[in-house]
């Protein structure tokens, strides 16, 4: 009876042990500020929004460059959500504790201001974040699978922290068989020990050790390490083959120690000034020397010290010698991938920081995006068509009337091979 007992001891504490886990390993339920809309205007505004500002560091669900943002209206004060995303600066060099713990705990990654975001814009983006891809949460998951180095390309199907949970089950579901397995076979070979009716052949075969020298050295297990091992190699070889090419993070050292963060963010120089083919060709150029003279032929060195700064005067030497400045091309396209400035950023109205990141607060500049396919697609899938004051799209905001969707980049060819290969 004492075994008995013990094998339905064992059985309880599993079914009690798997009502547990999956109690505790379920989606967080959060406690949404009721100011924030739960409409599907407001959560498609804020998704418009999301994909635009925010998808590049954050996911809703699982950290990424940042926090998971999911329930940020729970664990914070809505006013204090909306200072954050407006300009998180402000409140970290404020001394405001949740603000400043959340920057260590992120590397000190400073977070872009969005002061151009009107209140409306920052509750409907609230509204996306706390009810936005709740429907279908698989679907949402694959939906990030090309959102990648930054926007596209790295992300899986599910997400790791589920995967993970999933993983840890499994083996502990799988434990508890074996032990329980084991419990059955002991209790079966006592019992049949005891029984009159064995002869010595039997009673031996009940008694026998496992080999498990054996085991290990036997043709099965050959080829099931052998099959891991190469499984392995394989996924190792493919990871390794999607990174060719990708340049996601590429920082090279310039003929000038030129300051992104001096120029572009302290001193609020419009990217335009010195990329002048931004809004009207292809490139955006790189800028002559003389466009640098255009403020360096009275500005000679910062924080006014005396003398000329060494860096100000390499390109006083490239100007004195008609030379050019051979900056390291820092964003490589492929050949075979066409891609206009002007058409993005003119027409579609595109800012310099969704390809190429907080390019102001760079004092070396990255590769910040992926830049690959998938990252691109994944952009002209989301990406909402500014129409309004444009005839262009007069037609096709017609056509597209009858669709209850909004005219994305996708809905006028932008998904078309020949669009970006030819």
């Known amino acids: ?235 190792t070889a493919i990871n390794g083959l999607y990174t060719v090419g990708v340049q996601q993070g590429y920082a090279p050292s310039q003929p000038i120690a030129y300051s992104h963060e001096l120029h572009a963010g302290q001193y609020e120089i419009p990217c335009q000034y010195c990329h002048t083919g931004v809004e009207i060709g292809k490139s955006a150029n790189i800028p002559s020397a003389n466009i640098c003279m255009n403020c360096h032929m009275h500005i000679q060195n910062v924080e006014g010290k005396e003398g000329v700064s060494p860096e100000i005067a390499k390109i006083y030497d490239a100007v004195d010698n008609n030379q050019p400045i051979e900056w390291v091309r820092v964003h490589n396209l492929p050949d075979l991938a066409y891609f206009n400035h002007s058409q993005h950023v003119a027409v579609g109205g595109i800012e310099c920081q969704t390809c190429h990141g907080p390019i102001e607060e760079m004092e070396v500049v990255s590769q910040h995006s992926a830049l690959t396919m998938g990252w691109c697609i994944d952009c002209h899938r989301n990406t909402e068509i500014t129409t309004q004051g444009n005839e262009y799209y007069d037609k096709l905001v017609q056509l597209h009337s009858e669709s209850k969707d909004a005219l994305k980049v996708k809905d006028i060819g932008g998904l078309e091979c020949a669009k970006c290969h030819y």
């Open 1 to 235: 009876m004492s075994i008995k007992r013990s094998i339905l001891g064992v059985s309880i504490r599993v079914c009690h042990l798997l009502v547990l886990i999956f109690l505790f390993s379920g989606i967080q339920a959060y406690a949404v500020d009721p100011e924030i809309p739960d409409s599907e205007e407001a959560i498609s505004a804020g998704q418009s929004i999301f994909n635009a500002n925010c998808k590049t560091c954050h996911r809703l669900d699982q950290k990424l460059v940042g926090p998971a943002l999911r329930g940020v209206t729970d664990r914070r004060e809505l006013d204090w959500a909306k200072q954050f995303i407006t300009n998180s600066q402000v409140l970290i060099q404020g001394g405001d504790a949740d603000a400043v713990a959340l920057f260590k705990e992120f590397n000190n990654t400073v977070m872009p201001s969005h002061d151009f975001l009107s209140d409306d814009d920052l509750t409907n983006l609230l509204s996306y974040i706390e009810y936005g891809d709740k429907a279908d949460p698989a679907a949402a998951a694959a939906g990030a699978t090309a959102e990648g180095g930054e926007a596209t390309g790295s992300a899986g199907g599910i997400p790791n922290e589920y995967l993970t949970i999933i993983l840890v089950v499994l083996v502990i579901v799988l434990v508890l068989v074996l032990v329980v397995l084991g419990l059955i076979v002991s209790v079966l070979t006592k019992y049949m020990n005891k029984s009159e009716n064995l002869d010595e052949e039997d009673k031996e075969f009940i008694n026998q050790k496992t080999d498990y020298k054996g085991i290990f050295k036997s043709d099965g297990m050959i080829i099931i390490v052998t099959a891991i091992v190469l499984a392995f190699v394989v996924k």
